[in-house]
């Protein structure tokens, strides 16, 4: 292939597809690569899916998009081995339309975003596989790709080519990734009929629920887990940092079951058919960990980049977003007839930095390290907390004030005064 792109995608992702979506739209000839055999073959997610971002990109997306459930009810739980503590959040402004958040299966939502690409213009290639960015100097003029004569140039090239963004490493663009800054979730789709999840969740036609955990599900690990209803099968999963995953003798796997075994979750998947597992990076490292975004001829998008914001489990909407942002600074240089040097690109970041992406990521930019080096907000609080509550509810004879005070005495035996102010200080700063 010798003819020469305005732009190369690399990737067809929510971060891929949302850049090639809007520079078809805008004229410009676009080649977009995929390794997998189609879109979302490759890809992993639970699947929430923040209608904003892609409503920016495609305002119609309700019309065909394929939507499981849109949720109306969160719940967010903190575990102990055989309790947790939950917060539940329904509201009937969740149930009024345009809905702001639905549940999806990645493998048809992909399929269903890369037909829009193609409708609007760009030209997709599957099963072949970026292999290297080409370079004039220090500028990217095109990719290699496993092809035969893979060659391809274009005037600028954005990698949206996922956590592991292999490409950026290997041109000297990224660092190596740090088991520290990834997490690796693994998760199943558990099937049922329709009618046992609506009852099963308190919901009605189209509705869903989303469970948020965290607490000892993880072991002591930084990590969360979900569970979400889409509209005839039920997605759990849980995830943690990989660097704990190396220090902790228990495999993802092991993880999941052991998640799925505890008494206030079996319950949900009862009956349920497993049929499909998958597992997964997440780069959570965050805001530190974020790698240099663009430069000659370049620019990177979605989890290449790092754009995850764990701790509200957003990922596709900041790859959309980051999309999005990339494709109308090419659109902008390439109306004003000004080249794609880093000077020009560095509006790609300014776009960034005004948005909720990198506002976000700022704003919880030391949570990865607190969490990572304080293990007790997984293990020891979860524990303590569900202790407090099940002895003031169980009524014994016992006085309350005594019982106060044995709650009191079991929190001092797992941390001091000191440690349990500096903990509190500790969580006001990361969510600050
Ligand atoms: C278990 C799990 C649950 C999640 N849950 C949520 C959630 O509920 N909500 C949410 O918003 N986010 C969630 N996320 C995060 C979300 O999935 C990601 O942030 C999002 O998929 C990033 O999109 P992307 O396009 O940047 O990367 P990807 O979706 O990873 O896409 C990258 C694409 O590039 C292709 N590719 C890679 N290398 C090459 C190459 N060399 N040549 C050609 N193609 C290549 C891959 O095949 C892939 O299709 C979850 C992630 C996981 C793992």
Same mark, same amino acid.
């Given at each position: 292939?010798?003819?020469?792109?305005?732009?190369?995608?690399?990737?067809?992702?929510?971060?891929?597809?949302?850049?090639?979506?809007?520079?078809?739209?805008?004229?410009?000839?676009?080649?977009?690569?995929?390794?997998? $055999?189609?879109?979302?073959?490759?890809?992993?997610?639970?699947?929430?899916?923040?209608?904003?971002?892609?409503?920016?990109?495609?305002?119609?997306?309700?019309?065909?998009?394929?939507?499981?459930?849109?949720?109306?009810?969160?719940?967010?739980?903190?575990?102990?081995?055989?309790?947790?503590?939950?917060?539940?959040?329904?509201?009937?402004?969740?149930?009024?339309?345009?809905?702001?958040?639905?549940?999806?299966?990645?493998?048809?939502?992909?399929?269903?975003?890369?037909?829009?690409?193609?409708?609007?213009?760009?030209?997709?290639?599957?099963?072949?596989?970026?292999?290297?960015?080409?370079?004039?100097?220090?500028?990217?003029?095109?990719?290699?790709?496993?092809?035969?004569?893979?060659?391809?140039?274009?005037?600028?090239?954005?990698?949206?080519?996922?956590?592991?963004?292999?490409?950026?490493?290997?041109?000297?663009?990224?660092?190596?990734?740090?088991?520290?800054?990834?997490?690796?979730?693994?998760?199943?789709?558990?099937?049922?009929?329709?009618?046992?999840?609506?009852?099963?969740?308190?919901?009605?036609?189209?509705?869903?629920? %989303?469970?948020?955990?965290?607490?000892?599900?993880?072991?002591?690990?930084?990590?969360?887990?979900?569970?979400?209803?889409?509209?005839?099968? %039920?997605?759990?999963?849980?995830?943690?940092?990989?660097?704990?995953?190396?220090?902790?003798?228990?495999?993802?796997?092991?993880?999941?079951?052991?998640?799925?075994?505890?008494?206030?979750?079996?319950?949900?998947?009862?009956?349920?058919?497993?049929?499909?597992?998958?597992?997964?990076?997440?780069?959570?490292?965050?805001?530190?960990?974020?790698?240099?975004?663009?430069?000659?001829?370049?620019?990177?998008?979605?989890?290449?980049?790092?754009?995850?914001?764990?701790?509200?489990?957003?990922?596709?909407?900041?790859?959309?977003?980051?999309?999005?942002?990339?494709?109308?600074?090419?659109?902008?240089?390439?109306?004003?007839?000004?080249?794609?040097?880093?000077?020009?690109?560095?509006?790609?970041?300014?776009?960034?930095?005004?948005?909720?992406?990198?506002?976000?990521?700022?704003?919880?930019?030391?949570?990865?390290?607190?969490?990572?080096?304080?293990?007790?907000?997984?293990?020891?609080?979860? $524990?303590?907390?569900?202790?407090?509550?099940?002895?003031?509810?169980?009524?014994?004879?016992?006085?309350?004030?005594?019982?106060?005070? $044995?709650?009191?005495?079991?929190?001092?035996?797992?941390?001091?005064?000191?440690?349990?102010?500096?903990?509190?200080?500790?969580?006001?700063?990361?969510?600050?």
């Amino acid at each position: 292939m010798s003819e020469k792109f305005d732009v190369i995608v690399i990737g067809a992702g929510p971060s891929g597809n949302a850049a090639a979506y809007t520079l078809a739209q805008a004229g410009l000839s676009v080649l977009q690569i995929e390794r997998g $055999e189609s879109p979302g073959s490759k890809n992993v997610q639970g699947a929430i899916l923040y209608a904003d971002a892609l409503e920016k990109i495609i305002p119609d997306f309700r019309e065909d998009a394929p939507l499981e459930r849109h949720i109306i009810e969160q719940r967010m739980w903190v575990l102990d081995e055989d309790s947790f503590i939950g917060s539940h959040y329904r509201s009937d402004a969740f149930n009024q339309q345009p809905y702001n958040r639905y549940t999806i299966i990645r493998s048809q939502f992909d399929k269903w975003f890369s037909e829009r690409v193609r409708k609007a213009g760009a030209l997709l290639i599957c099963e072949t596989t970026v292999v290297q960015l080409l370079l004039d100097g220090q500028r990217v003029v095109g990719v290699m790709t496993d092809r035969q004569g893979g060659e391809i140039h274009a005037d600028v090239v954005i990698l949206a080519d996922g956590v592991n963004s292999l490409l950026a490493k290997n041109a000297g663009f990224h660092p190596e990734l740090k088991a520290g800054d990834v997490a690796l979730a693994v998760k199943e789709i558990h099937f049922m009929p329709q009618e046992v999840i609506e009852q099963r969740f308190n919901v009605a036609n189209e509705e869903g629920v %989303v469970i948020e955990m965290m607490g000892k599900i993880t072991q002591g690990m930084m990590g969360t887990g979900f569970l979400y209803t889409n509209r005839e099968s %039920v997605t759990i999963g849980v995830g943690c940092m990989l660097s704990d995953f190396k220090t902790q003798q228990m495999s993802p796997n092991e993880l999941l079951e052991h998640m799925k075994a505890h008494p206030s979750i079996k319950p949900l998947l009862q009956g349920g058919e497993m049929k499909e597992y998958t597992a997964h990076l997440i780069p959570e490292g965050g805001f530190h960990a974020m790698p240099k975004l663009y430069g000659e001829g370049w620019m990177i998008v979605g989890d290449a980049g790092m754009f995850v914001n764990a701790v509200h489990r957003e990922g596709s909407n900041l790859a959309m977003t980051s999309g999005r942002l990339a494709a109308e600074t090419v659109i902008e240089l390439k109306a004003s007839g000004l080249d794609f040097n880093a000077t020009h690109l560095s509006r790609y970041k300014s776009r960034l930095d005004e948005s909720f992406v990198m506002k976000d990521l700022k704003k919880y930019k030391d949570m990865p390290d607190v969490f990572h080096t304080n293990p007790q907000f997984f293990n020891d609080y979860p $524990e303590l907390l569900s202790k407090a509550v099940r002895t003031m509810l169980t009524v014994d004879g016992v006085d309350k004030k005594t019982k106060e005070k $044995e709650i009191r005495k079991s929190f001092r035996s797992r941390r001091s005064l000191f440690g349990l102010v500096g903990d509190t200080l500790k969580l006001w700063r990361a969510f600050e």
